[in-house]
C-alpha cells in the first residue's frame, strides 16, 4: 500500500516491546534452566506457569530458539547422568524399584517441561525438524540410562530372571514388570525389540527345549500333551499381563516349535500311550488336547491324519480278511459298523469334526471294503438278517438309523452292482416267504437306494413290490369270482413278472391232485383276464402249511415248503415209501429232494418222517415212514423255510460270472453314449470318461473296456482313425 | 461461590475474570497450565497471572472463549 499523503499519525511501535539485548536471552535462559532444575526436584510448587511460558515464547520469538533447544538438550542430559547413577547404585532387587520410579518421575517432568515449552513445539521445531520435546525426552532417557553400559545389561539380566523365576513357579511382582515393560515399549518398539525381547525369546527357547526334553523322557504322551498345554496357556497369561501384545505370536510360537513340533513323530509314535493306543481307547479327552496342540505347529494335523489313516487301514484290513470273522456275515458288518461308530465319534468329540479327518476315514473305509471282494455280499446279508427279524420291537425312528448306517457302508463299495444282485435275490427270498418284519422298512431302504444311485437301481426291486399287491388283488378277484373253494384247500398265488426277479429255472413238480386242481382254476381264471401272457410255475419257491395227525393222535400244523408238501401228501395213500417212488412220484430233482428228505427226517425235532436206515446221509435205497412218535411243544411247526444263506463256492463263482455278463452291455452302452457326443476321443479319454461314468456302479477294469472297444469295432458301431491309431470315430 | 469449577483470569491491570473451567480450557496454553502433572502455582491456587495482558484485552478474550464454546463444534 503506497502512502499518498503524509499521515498525521504514526503507528507507533508496540509499548511494550521486549528489549532486544544480548543479556536478555541468558537473562531467560538462566530462568528456564533455574526452572527445570526446581522440576527435577520436585519443587514446581513454586512457580509461575504462565511467567515461563511467556519466557519461553519471547526467547523463541526473539529467534533464540536455538539456544533455548540447545540448553534445554544439556540441562536434561545432565540431569539424566545424575539419575542413571543413582539407579546404579541401587542394589540387588531395589534396582528395577528405584529405575521404575526414576522413570515415573521423569516423565511427569517431562511433561511439565513440555508444558511450558509448548509454544516452541509447535513453532521452532518443526521449522528446523528437530524431534518434539517429549520425544527428545524419551531419547535422552534410553541413550543415557537404559544404554549406559552398566545399566542395561543388568536390566536385562534381572528381567529375563524374574521371568524363569514365575516359570519355576515363584510369584513376583508382576506389577512392576509390567511398568518396565512398558517404559520399553514406550521408548520405541525397536527398543522393546532389542533390549528385551529378542534375549527373552532365546532364553525361553533355550529353556523349553530342555524342558520338552526332561519330560518327554519321564511321561507318556497325554501327560506331557496336558504339560504342553499347560505351559503354552501360561505364556499367554504372561503376555496379557505384562508384555507387549505382538510378543503373544512369538512366544507361542517358540513353545510351540520347542514343546511339540521337535517332538511330535516321537509323541504320536509313542509306545502304549501314543496317538494308536488313544484311538483304540477312545480317549476323547487326550485326542481332543492333541488335535488343539498339533493344529497350532504346521504339518501338526496331517501328522496325525496320516497315522490316523494308517492305523485304521490296518484294523479294517485284518477285520476284513480274518477267516473268522468271515464265518457270520451279519457278525462281519456288525463290526464294520461299531468300527465306523467309533471313529465317527472320536471325529466329532476329539477332533471338533474336522472335514480332512473325516474325509481320510472315509478313504480308509473304502479302501479295505473293497479289499474283501465278498463285502457286497455280506452287506447285502446284514441287511436281509435286520429287515427279517432284527428290527422287530424296534422304534421307527431307531429303524431309520440303522438303515441309514448300512447306507454309509454301501456308499464305499466300488461294486455296487454286485450288492443289487445279492440283495434282490434275498429280497425276493424274503417276500415270498413273507418273512419280512416290516413293509416300511423295506420300502424306505429302497427309497434310500434311489436317491443314492438313480431310479435304474430300484427300478427292479420296487417292480417285485408292486408284483406282490397285484397278486394280493387277483388273488382277492379270483377267489371271489369261485365263491364254491372255499372249503377245499386254500390257494394263494403270487404272480412274478419276469424281468423284475431274480432269474430260476423253473422246474415244475408234481403237485397232488387236490392242488393241481386248484392251480388248473386259477390258471384259466388268470389267462381269462390277462390274455397273451404266460405262466410257469416256480415250485422250488413256494410253502405250504398242512394240518397232520399222528399215531398218538396229536395234531400239529406244519409250515413246509411245496417240495415237502408233495412228498408228505404221498404219505396219504401210502405208508411206507422207498426213495425211488417218492423221486417218481413227485418229479423233484436230485438234490432238492435230498435235501428235502433230509430235513424232514433227520433233523432232531422236527423229524415228521422216519428213515430206515437212521443214517444222516440218504442214499437210493432208503424206506420213509412216517413218525408216529413225533412231538413238538408247539402246534405250529415250521419245517425246513428257504432262509437266505451265504453263498457255497460254487454259487459265488456263478453270481460272480453273471454279475460281470450283465456288466459288459452296460459297458458298451456307456462307450457308445460317450462317442456319440464326442464324436472322435483317443484311447486314454475314453477308458477316463468311462470309468467315470459307471462310478456309481462298479469299477470298470480297463482291459475289459478295451476287449468292448474292439468288439464294437468289430460290429461297426466304432471305427479306429486311419492315421491315429489311438484314435476312435463313432459310426453312425 | 459457584458450584461449577472456575478459573480466575488476571490482567495486568489487577482485573480479575473469573470464568468457567470449560471456558478457559477451549485455550490450549491455559489447559495445559490447568492440566499439568506438575505442581504449578496455577493449578494450586486456580488462578492465572498475565501480567502483559491488559484488561480489555482480557475481556475480549473470555468473549471469545465463550462464543467459542458455543458455536464452535
Given at each position: 500500500m503506497s502512502n499518498q499523503k503524509k499521515r498525521n499519525f504514526q503507528i507507533e511501535a508496540f509499548k511494550h516491546r521486549v528489549v532486544v539485548d544480548p543479556k536478555y536471552a541468558e537473562k531467560t535462559w538462566s530462568i528456564l534452566e533455574h526452572a527445570i532444575h526446581e522440576i527435577y526436584n520436585h519443587n514446581a510448587s513454586g512457580l509461575s506457569f504462565e511467567e515461563l511460558y511467556r519466557n519461553a515464547y519471547n526467547m523463541v520469538l526473539h529467534k533464540f530458539g536455538e539456544k533455548l533447544y540447545s540448553g534445554l538438550v544439556a540441562t536434561m542430559t545432565a540431569h539424566l547422568k545424575e539419575i542413571s547413577k543413582s539407579i546404579e547404585a541401587a542394589q540387588g532387587d531395589l534396582f528395577l524399584e528405584e529405575l521404575n520410579r526414576k522413570w515415573n518421575d521423569h516423565n511427569k517432568a517431562l511433561q511439565m517441561i513440555r508444558d511450558i515449552l509448548m509454544y516452541m513445539d509447535r513453532t521452532y521445531i518443526p521449522n528446523t525438524h528437530k524431534t518434539p520435546v517429549h520425544e527428545l525426552g524419551l531419547n535422552l532417557w534410553r541413550d543415557n540410562v537404559i544404554h549406559s553400559s552398566k545399566i542395561q545389561s543388568r536390566l536385562l539380566s534381572m528381567l529375563l530372571e524374574l521371568v524363569h523365576r514365575e516359570r519355576t513357579g515363584e510369584v513376583i511382582d508382576r506389577g512392576l514388570m509390567r511398568n518396565i515393560i512398558k517404559m520399553l515399549m514406550d521408548l520405541g518398539s525397536s527398543v522393546y525389540q532389542e533390549d528385551f525381547e529378542k534375549p527373552f525369546l532365546e532364553v525361553s527357547a533355550e529353556f523349553y527345549m530342555g524342558e520338552s526334553q526332561k519330560f518327554i523322557e519321564c511321561c507318556d504322551c497325554g501327560d506331557y500333551l496336558k504339560k504342553a498345554e499347560l505351559r503354552l496357556n501360561e505364556e499367554i497369561e504372561r503376555v496379557t499381563h505384562y508384555l507387549d501384545v505382538k510378543s503373544e505370536v512369538k512366544i507361542t510360537n517358540v513353545v510351540e516349535k520347542e514343546m511339540i513340533a521337535n517332538h511330535m513323530m516321537r509323541l504320536v509314535h509313542m509306545e502304549n500311550s501314543g496317538l494308536v493306543n488313544m484311538l483304540l481307547d477312545d480317549k476323547y479327552e487326550d485326542l481332543g488336547r492333541m488335535y488343539n496342540l498339533f493344529r497350532r505347529v504346521p504339518n501338526g494335523l496331517s501328522t496325525i491324519r496320516d497315522v490316523m489313516t494308517s492305523h485304521l487301514r490296518e484294523i479294517g484290513k485284518q477285520l476284513v480278511t480274518d477267516a473268522e470273522k468271515l464265518r457270520d456275515p451279519v457278525e462281519f458288518v456288525q463290526?464294520?459298523?461299531?468300527?465306523?461308530?467309533?471313529?465317527?465319534?472320536?471325529?466329532?468329540?476329539?477332533?471338533?469334526?474336522?472335514?480332512?479327518?473325516?474325509?481320510?476315514?472315509?478313504?480308509?473305509?473304502?479302501?479295505?471294503?473293497?479289499?474283501?471282494?465278498?463285502?457286497?455280499?455280506?452287506?447285502?446279508?446284514?441287511?436281509?438278517?435286520?429287515?427279517?427279524?432284527?428290527?422287530?420291537?424296534?422304534?421307527?425312528?431307531?429303524?431309520?438309523?440303522?438303515?441309514?448306517?448300512?447306507?454309509?457302508?454301501?456308499?464305499?463299495?466300488?461294486?455296487?452292482?454286485?450288492?443289487?444282485?445279492?440283495?434282490?435275490?434275498?429280497?425276493?427270498?424274503?417276500?415270498?416267504?413273507?418273512?419280512?418284519?416290516?413293509?416300511?422298512?423295506?420300502?424306505?431302504?429302497?427309497?434310500?437306494?434311489?436317491?443314492?444311485?438313480?431310479?435304474?437301481?430300484?427300478?427292479?426291486?420296487?417292480?417285485?413290490?408292486?408284483?406282490?399287491?397285484?397278486?394280493?388283488?387277483?388273488?382277492?378277484?379270483?377267489?371271489?369270482?369261485?365263491?364254491?373253494?372255499?372249503?377245499?384247500?386254500?390257494?394263494?398265488?403270487?404272480?412274478?413278472?419276469?424281468?423284475?426277479?431274480?432269474?430260476?429255472?423253473?422246474?415244475?413238480?408234481?403237485?397232488?391232485?387236490?392242488?393241481?386242481?386248484?392251480?388248473?382254476?386259477?390258471?384259466?381264471?388268470?389267462?381269462?383276464?390277462?390274455?397273451?401272457?404266460?405262466?410257469?410255475?416256480?415250485?422250488?419257491?413256494?410253502?405250504?402249511?398242512?394240518?397232520?395227525?399222528?399215531?398218538?393222535?396229536?395234531?400239529?400244523?406244519?409250515?413246509?415248503?411245496?417240495?415237502?408238501?408233495?412228498?408228505?401228501?404221498?404219505?396219504?395213500?401210502?405208508?411206507?415209501?422207498?426213495?425211488?417212488?417218492?423221486?417218481?412220484?413227485?418229479?423233484?430233482?436230485?438234490?432238492?429232494?435230498?435235501?428235502?428228505?433230509?430235513?424232514?427226517?433227520?433233523?432232531?425235532?422236527?423229524?415228521?418222517?422216519?428213515?430206515?436206515?437212521?443214517?444222516?446221509?440218504?442214499?437210493?435205497?432208503?424206506?420213509?415212514?412216517?413218525?408216529?412218535?413225533?412231538?413238538?411243544?408247539?402246534?405250529?411247526?415250521?419245517?425246513?423255510?428257504?432262509?437266505?444263506?451265504?453263498?457255497?463256492?460254487?454259487?459265488?463263482?456263478?453270481?460272480?460270472?453273471?454279475?460281470?455278463?450283465?456288466?459288459?452291455?452296460?459297458?458298451e452302452a456307456a462307450i457308445v453314449r460317450i462317442m456319440k457326443s464326442r464324436r472322435v476321443l483317443d484311447h486314454n479319454n475314453i477308458i477316463a470318461e468311462v470309468t467315470k461314468q459307471l462310478q456309481s456302479r462298479f469299477l470298470a477294469n480297463p482291459t475289459e473296456i478295451k476287449k468292448r472297444i474292439e468288439s464294437l469295432i468289430e460290429r461297426d458301431f466304432l471305427e479306429r482313425d486311419n492315421n491315429d491309431r489311438k484314435l476312435y470315430r463313432y459310426l453312425a | 461461590m459457584k458450584r461449577k469449577d472456575t478459573v480466575k483470569l488476571i490482567s495486568a491491570d489487577e482485573m480479575e475474570f473469573v470464568i468457567d473451567k470449560d471456558a478457559a480450557m477451549v485455550s490450549q496454553t491455559i489447559r495445559n497450565m490447568l492440566t499439568s502433572p506438575g505442581g504449578f502455582a496455577e493449578t494450586e491456587l486456580g488462578e492465572v497471572t498475565f501480567p502483559e495482558i491488559s484488561a480489555v484485552i482480557l475481556e475480549k478474550i473470555c468473549q471469545y472463549f465463550y462464543w467459542a464454546l458455543q458455536y464452535s463444534r
Open positions: 463290526r464294520l459298523l461299531d468300527e465306523k461308530d467309533k471313529y465317527d465319534s472320536i471325529i466329532s468329540q476329539a477332533f471338533s469334526n474336522d472335514k480332512t479327518f473325516q474325509n481320510a476315514l472315509n478313504s480308509s473305509f473304502e479302501y479295505f471294503i473293497n479289499l474283501n471282494n465278498r463285502s457286497p455280499e455280506f452287506i447285502s446279508l446284514y441287511v436281509d438278517d435286520k429287515l427279517r427279524k432284527g428290527l422287530k420291537g424296534v422304534s421307527e425312528e431307531d429303524v431309520e438309523i440303522i438303515l441309514d448306517k448300512v447306507m454309509m457302508l454301501f456308499r464305499y463299495l466300488q461294486e455296487k452292482d454286485v450288492f443289487e444282485k445279492y440283495y434282490k435275490q434275498h429280497l425276493a427270498k424274503r417276500l415270498l416267504s413273507g418273512k419280512t418284519v416290516s413293509d416300511d422298512a423295506e420300502r424306505s431302504l429302497i427309497v434310500k437306494l434311489k436317491t443314492e444311485c438313480g431310479y435304474q437301481f430300484t427300478s427292479k426291486l420296487e417292480g417285485m413290490f408292486t408284483d406282490m399287491k397285484t397278486s394280493q388283488d387277483t388273488m382277492q378277484g379270483f377267489y371271489a369270482s369261485h365263491p364254491e373253494l372255499t372249503d377245499g384247500p386254500t390257494l394263494v398265488v403270487q404272480v412274478l413278472t419276469t424281468g423284475s426277479w431274480p432269474t430260476q429255472p423253473s422246474i415244475t413238480c408234481n403237485l397232488p391232485a387236490e392242488m393241481s386242481a386248484l392251480c388248473e382254476k386259477f390258471r384259466s381264471y388268470y389267462l381269462g383276464t390277462h390274455t397273451g401272457r404266460r405262466l410257469s410255475w416256480q415250485t422250488n419257491m413256494g410253502t405250504a402249511d398242512i394240518k397232520a395227525t399222528f399215531g398218538k393222535g396229536q395234531k400239529h400244523e406244519l409250515n413246509v415248503s411245496t417240495y415237502q408238501m408233495c412228498v408228505l401228501m404221498l404219505f396219504n395213500n401210502a405208508d411206507r415209501l422207498s426213495y425211488k417212488e417218492v423221486e417218481q412220484a413227485t418229479g423233484i430233482p436230485a438234490s432238492d429232494l435230498k435235501r428235502c428228505l433230509q430235513s424232514m427226517a433227520c433233523v432232531k425235532g422236527k423229524n415228521v418222517l422216519r428213515k430206515e436206515p437212521m443214517s444222516k446221509d440218504i442214499g437210493e435205497d432208503d424206506a420213509f415212514f412216517v413218525n408216529d412218535k413225533f412231538t413238538s411243544k408247539f402246534y405250529k411247526v415250521k419245517i425246513g423255510t428257504v432262509v437266505a444263506q451265504k453263498e457255497s463256492e460254487p454259487e459265488k463263482q456263478e453270481t460272480r460270472q453273471r454279475v460281470e455278463e450283465d456288466r459288459k452291455p452296460q459297458i | -
